[in-house]
């Protein structure tokens, strides 16, 4: 079975610092992992995705996220926070297995950036 | 870019009624959409997959002649929640995944916030 943990419900940092949004996944094969961004009363935004290839990803508004398949993690990173950034964030896995593109949520982690 | 329209973003009814989601695949077809419910400060609930032109597919727990799921074409599916009451009142959330493209990110609406009194 897929699944994902996001360990935080709530990480705080200032505008300016670098910030890091934790996930690990439990997957039976292959992993396909997304980071997803939802502002209040919206629905989500693709931020970035590993299938294959380098580690590093990069995506939209700066995000990067590293795969890490020996600790199997995907945390999400930024260098320098904006308050803009506060949202809610969800780390996802992609069930190979079954129905193409349905997807696993982890709980979210809400960033909040003060100024 | 791929963009899934959801409506209306907004409905209030009363206990009772019946109230209809519509999520549309502006451009590109959907075989498959998905339905999710998220609750305050929680995260998203698949409620049930819509396949196009078939029956849709419902997680456990969901009753599925209270959430009725119609996917007539490759661009359009609707969700009908029947004689709602109060406790449905939540966030609907349609994603869908474009089928012409491998390992595509699932693209979502953007929510209907649905009270019931």
């Known amino acids: 079975a897929q699944s994902v943990a996001q360990p935080e419900d709530q990480v705080n940092v200032a505008e300016g610092n670098p910030l890091t949004v934790k996930c690990t996944y439990s997957v039976s094969g292959n992993p396909y992992l997304f980071w997803y961004v939802q502002y209040p009363n919206r629905g989500l935004q693709f931020l970035l995705k590993y299938i294959t290839g380098d580690n590093l990803v990069k995506g939209s508004y700066g995000f990067e996220a590293e795969f890490n398949k020996s600790q199997t993690s995907f945390h999400l990173k930024k260098p320098s926070a904006l308050v803009s950034d506060s949202a809610l964030y969800f780390c996802?896995?992609?069930?190979?297995?079954?129905?193409?593109?349905?997807?696993?949520f982890g709980r979210g982690t809400q960033l909040t950036v003060w100024p | 870019g791929a963009v899934v329209s959801q409506h209306p973003s907004r409905v209030i009814c009363k206990s009772g009624t019946s109230v209809k989601i519509e999520c549309r695949s502006l451009?590109?077809?959907?075989?498959?959409m998905f339905w999710y419910r998220q609750f305050p400060k929680q995260s998203l609930m698949l409620m049930a997959t819509?396949?196009?032109?078939?029956?849709?597919?419902?997680e456990q727990g969901v009753e599925k002649d209270k959430f009725l799921i119609n996917h007539a074409s490759l661009t359009l599916s609707t969700l009908t929640v029947t004689s709602a009451h109060p406790e449905d009142s939540s966030f609907y959330i349609c994603?869908?995944?474009?089928?012409?493209?491998?390992?595509?990110?699932?693209?979502f609406g953007n929510g209907t916030r649905l009270t019931v009194t």
């Open positions: 994603s869908a995944h474009n089928t012409g493209t491998a390992n595509s990110p699932l693209h």
């Open positions: 819509s396949n196009e032109g078939s029956k849709a597919t419902y």
């Open positions: 996802a896995v992609r069930d190979t297995g079954s129905t193409l593109g349905r997807l696993y």
């Open positions: 451009d590109f077809q959907a075989t498959t």
